[in-house]
């Protein structure tokens, strides 16, 4: 899990480009998405996580976001 608050502007765009990370998630609420999100675009910049994977944001405890990640997409332990 990475914080977003850690990462410059231009380290951020080069993990997203390179697929290093492909899910983003409000820490407070324990929610993760698509980073495609509407939901999670609005969301404090201090709030946001990303994550490797669907099996990385499971491990830490956050459940899918009903609007953009369907509920048969996710992959149970």
């Known amino acids: 899990m990475t914080h977003h608050e850690s990462l410059s502007h231009q380290q951020l765009h080069k993990l997203i480009r390179d697929k290093t990370i492909t899910f983003g998630g409000n820490r407070r609420l324990k929610i993760y998405g698509l980073l495609s999100c509407k939901s999670g675009k609005r969301m404090k910049k201090s709030n946001r996580v ?28």
Do not use: I, Q, T
Not at 65 to 75: E, I
């Open 50 to 77: 990303f994550f490797k994977g669907e099996d990385e944001a499971l491990k830490n405890g956050f459940r899918p976001c009903k609007n953009c990640v369907r509920k048969d997409s996710v992959r149970h332990f």
